[in-house]
Every structure is written in structure tokens, then in C-alpha cells.
């Protein structure tokens, strides 16, 4: 090798440890330039020693990313969805159940017994008849007002389920979208790492509405829900939609559609994540709510009308409600074949009512078993059923018919008394039309008040929960249930966002910018900048010196 071509190998050392160093410079100002931009992954300059002496090569400029703190925050944000969707949904219901403001169904409840107890004082005091009508309406009011809240809570959380698959679909087509521009611009020597964030923050985001697993494989990012279902694959993506099931009170189910047109619904498997949250308040929690106090209505009104009709109005007629009676509800399962229906109700007893649920059991087409399913008791089996025919149990009649087609073994009605009445608490229709109706003795003399003291007994009676209960201790444990269940939900939720911060710290210990790192790695390149530049003059002084030589 002669000298010339010695100082020239020199030369391009020189000269690849100066382009070695420009891009280390150039990488460490893109770090700084971006700590305080949020997902940003720092990077970093891989080099590798030059073949035959020839210096250096840059090879490529990575991102500094740990894998498994990458899908460990993922999965704990899932969780963090769902705690933020049951804690917000609880505090909203806990705020119906407040009755700071003095007014609700226990303030109501105390009032009417004291409007009771002032009508025995003066049984036959107009005023005070007046006054419990007007305390039996307030009741009625404070009962719907609370029941129409609830029913709103549910409707919200419908309307943000739709919401979260919007946000979804938005999510899965970015990734797909990426997905294909990564491809695109990804090099032997460089991947496109801002691309790349931008993917992970999409994951971050999505891994917060649903419970997704991912996995990558040359640059492509697969995104399954729940472990099962393809949402992302390359550049393709399925898509939810929110479908309206009228068979849930026209609630939305969640549809999945895959990339080859293939649709069914997913409903049932979203149990984690925000969309799994807010589906289990929506399905689970706010109609246990509604059913509690729809329970609560029914079995107050049917216990005053029992006493109420003991007695005696002052036009000396008895046997009489004070409100409006509870209705027997009679409705289809959802997966029933056949197409029997309810289409006549009658309570023959209030007495005899249990405010159970039951179940009418086909067992073929003309035959049925009645089942208690609060209590899983057979009441009977093998009976017989005629269409149009009524079902007689427990104090209430059921008519059913064929309406759609006969019934099929494993067809189901369920029955109850209780259902949507905490929404219709009235005044009967004798009471509404006259207060003489209203039967404040055991008999018609004006000055008989031992019914009205009866009536009014009723509020610490222990007539409800087999003996145990009142009317306020039922209200109030359902209350005190309600607080304890979101209080534990907002602890969730405190905790599982320490444990997210946690991990978002151990990633950005990893992936985050360090301002000191970077300022130390400028200086470092900066010198050996300056020394690959000493080397060209050096090497440039001694071809001067060889060229005056010759």
C-alpha cells in the first residue's frame, strides 16, 4: 500500500467518524428537542466498526423501548378503564340517592307516616285527610323522580358505550393506517421511529377502552380483542358498531364486523377495559338498582293497602286500597322459540303476595312447570296449559295465550309483581276521587282513628326482609350498600392509577428523555467530532508536506 493511498484510507476514516459523529449530534437534539412531548421514545445511535479499517458505520437509529413494560402498562390500563368506569358510574348514582337537599323517597316516607299520625289525631278532619293526600302524591313523585334519575344513569352509559366504540374504531383504523405507512418507509438501515410512537400511543390509548393482547411480526402490529377476535391485522382492521336490542329495553349490543363481512355480537365478551365497565354498570348494576327500588314501591304499597282496607271509610264503605294496586308483569325470554305472550294480569290476593320472581317453564307445548327462582323452589310441575287459560299462584293471576305460535320445550315467562313500580306510586282511584274514601277507623264513626294509628304503626314495623326489616331499613341498607360499593370503586380506581403511574415511570426510565444523558452524549460526540477534524488536518498537513516534497 503506498503512502497515498495510507493517508487517503485515513482521510475516509476521518471523514466517517465525522458523519459518525453529525448524526449522534443530530439524534441527541431530537431527544432534547422532544422531552416534553408526550410517547416520545428516545433514540439512540447504533453503530457498527467499519470493514477493512474504513472507520465506522452508522447501522441504523433505534428507539430505546422495553417490550415487556410496553405490554405491562398496556394491560394495566385495561384496568384502569374499568375501575374508571364503575367509580364514575357509582358516584353518579350515589349522587341520586343523596337527600342532602331534604327531599327523597326517606324523607317522603317520613312524612306520609306523619301525615298518618296527625289523621289520628283528628280522624275526621278534612284538612288532614287533605294533607295525607297530598303527602301520598309528594311519595309518588319522590319515588318516580328517583327511578326516572336511574333510568337516565343507564341511558348515559348507553350513549358512552357508543361513544367508546367510536373512539375504538378511530384507534384500530390509525394502527392499520400506520401499520402500512411503517412498511412503506421502513429501510435495511432505519425504521420510522416517530411513526412507530405514534402507533404505541394509539395501543396505550385502545388498551384503555378494551382488554386487547398484541403482538409484532416485521414491523406489522396484530391487535386481537380479548384474546380473541382479530380488531388489527397489517393494514386491515374489523370494526364495532353499536346495534339496538329492543329486547333490553332498546339498550345498544356491541357487533363486531370482520374484514371479510362476517358480523356477530360480541356483548357478552367485553368484560374488561372502559367499554367492559361501563357494559357491566349498564347491564348488571343500575338494573340491580331499579329492581331494588322497584321491590322497595310494591311492597310498601301493597302493605298499606292491606291495613288500609281493615278499615272504613266515612261513607261507611270498606275493603277499599289507599293506593293504586301493583301490576303482574308477565314477560317473554329472550331466546324463547315459540311465541307465547301475556295478555291478562289480575292480583287476587295482596296478602298472599311474595314480590318473588318466577318462571313458567315450557316443557313441551302444552305443558309447564312453575318455578320460584328467588328461592329455586318447584311450586309445581306437569301442568297443563290451555291458551287463554290463567295461571293462578301466590295471590296473582297470569293470563297467557299463543299470540306469535305455540310454546316450545324450554320456553320461559318470567313473572314478578314488582317491576316499574316504583314509577307508578298513586293514589287509588276511590282515594283520588274522594277523601271520605280515605279509612281512618274500623269503622265509619268520625271520631275512629285505629286504622289511621295502624297505618301509621306500619313505618317501624318489621314487615319486610322475612321479619327483620322496615320499610326505612330497607331503603337505607340499600343506600348504605351503594356508598360502600363506590367508595371500594374509587379506592380501585386511586390504586390502579398508582400502579399505572408506576409503570409509566419504569417506561419513561427506559424510553423517556434524559436531559443530563443527552447534554453528556452532545459533548461526547462534539469531541470526537473535533477529533475526527484534527485527524483531516493532520492528514491534510502531511499530504502539503509531501506535495512541496516532490
Do not use: C, W
Not at 15 to 31: D, E, H, K, Y
Not at 422 to 441: F, R
Not at 461 to 487: H, K, P, R
Not at 514 to 520: I, R, V, W
Request: hydrophobic share 40%; aromatic share 4%.
Amino acid at each position: 500500500m503506498t503512502t497515498t493511498s495510507s493517508l487517503g484510507g485515513i482521510l475516509n476514516i476521518a471523514r466517517q467518524g465525522l458523519f459518525g459523529s453529525q448524526v449522534g449530534i443530530q439524534t441527541a437534539g431530537q431527544n432534547i428537542s422532544n422531552v416534553n412531548t408526550p410517547g416520545y421514545t428516545r433514540q439512540r445511535v447504533i453503530y457498527d466498526p467499519g470493514a477493512f479499517s474504513n472507520g465506522v458505520q452508522v447501522q441504523t437509529i433505534q428507539q430505546v423501548r422495553n417490550r415487556f413494560l410496553d405490554s405491562q402498562l398496556a394491560a394495566e390500563k385495561v384496568t384502569l378503564g374499568l375501575a374508571t368506569a364503575r367509580s364514575t358510574v357509582l358516584s353518579q348514582l350515589e349522587m341520586i340517592f343523596n337527600e342532602s337537599d331534604g327531599f327523597g323517597i326517606s324523607t317522603s316516607l317520613s312524612e306520609f307516616f306523619a301525615s298518618l299520625q296527625d289523621l289520628s289525631a283528628q280522624p275526621d278532619g278534612s284538612g288532614q285527610r287533605e294533607a295525607l293526600r297530598s303527602r301520598v302524591v309528594a311519595l309518588g313523585q319522590a319515588f318516580t323522580s328517583v327511578r326516572t334519575r336511574v333510568e337516565q344513569t343507564r341511558t348515559a352509559a348507553d350513549d358512552q358505550v357508543k361513544s367508546v366504540i367510536s373512539e375504538v374504531n378511530i384507534l384500530t383504523s390509525e394502527i392499520a393506517s400506520l401499520n402500512a405507512l411503517i412498511i412503506q418507509q421502513t429501510t435495511v438501515s432505519q425504521e420510522p421511529n416517530e411513526l412507530l410512537d405514534q402507533r404505541q400511543r394509539a395501543i396505550e390509548e385502545l388498551s384503555q377502552l378494551v382488554e386487547i393482547t398484541y403482538f409484532e411480526d416485521h414491523g406489522q402490529l396484530t391487535v386481537l380483542l380479548s384474546g380473541e377476535q382479530v380488531l388489527v391485522e397489517g393494514s386491515g382492521h374489523s370494526t364495532l358498531r353499536a346495534q339496538v336490542n329492543l329486547r333490553n329495553e332498546g339498550m345498544s349490543d356491541v357487533i363486531l364486523e370482520r374484514f371479510d363481512g362476517v358480523s356477530f355480537d360480541i356483548t357478552d365478551r367485553v368484560v374488561n377495559g372502559e367499554l367492559g365497565g361501563l357494559l357491566e354498570m349498564r347491564d348488571t348494576v343500575i338494573p340491580n338498582q331499579l329492581r331494588q327500588i322497584d321491590l322497595l314501591a310494591a311492597q310498601f304499597v301493597t302493605e298499606l293497602n292491606i291495613q288500609h282496607r281493615q278499615g272504613r271509610g266515612l261513607d261507611g264503605v270498606g275493603n277499599r286500597d289507599l293506593f293504586g294496586q301493583v301490576e303482574v308483569v308477565g314477560r317473554a325470554d329472550e331466546d324463547n322459540a315459540g311465541g307465547v305472550l301475556q295478555t291478562g294480569q289480575a292480583i287476587l290476593d295482596q296478602s298472599l303476595l311474595t314480590f318473588h320472581d318466577y318462571e313458567i317453564q315450557f316443557t313441551g307445548a302444552g305443558t309447564y312447570d312453575l318455578v320460584d327462582a328467588t328461592t329455586g323452589t318447584v311450586l309445581s310441575t306437569g301442568n297443563v296449559y290451555t291458551p287463554g287459560g290463567s295461571i293462578v299462584f301466590d295471590g296473582l293471576s297470569i293470563t297467557l295465550d299463543s299470540m306469535a305460535g305455540a310454546p316450545v320445550a324450554g320456553d320461559v315467562i318470567h313473572v314478578n309483581t314488582y317491576e316499574g313500580m316504583a314509577g307508578q306510586v298513586e293514589l287509588s282511584a276511590a282515594v283520588a276521587a274522594d277523601l271520605q274514601a280515605i279509612a281512618a277507623g274500623l269503622t265509619a264513626e268520625p271520631g275512629d282513628n285505629a286504622n289511621a294509628l295502624a297505618m301509621a304503626d306500619l313505618e317501624n314495623a318489621l314487615v319486610l326482609g322475612g321479619g327483620t326489616m322496615t320499610f326505612g331499613d330497607l331503603y337505607g341498607m340499600q343506600i348504605t350498600t351503594l356508598g360502600v360499593e363506590s367508595q371500594r370503586a374509587e379506592r380501585e380506581l386511586e390504586t390502579q392509577q398508582l400502579v399505572v403511574d408506576q409503570v409509566s415511570s419504569l417506561v419513561a426510565s427506559v424510553s423517556g428523555v434524559s436531559l443530563d444523558e443527552e447534554s453528556t452524549s452532545l459533548i461526547q460526540f462534539e469531541r470526537a467530532y473535533q477529533a475526527s477534524s484534527q485527524v483531516i488536518a493532520v492528514v491534510d498537513e502531511l499530504l502539503q508536506t509531501l506535495l512541496s516534497i516532490v
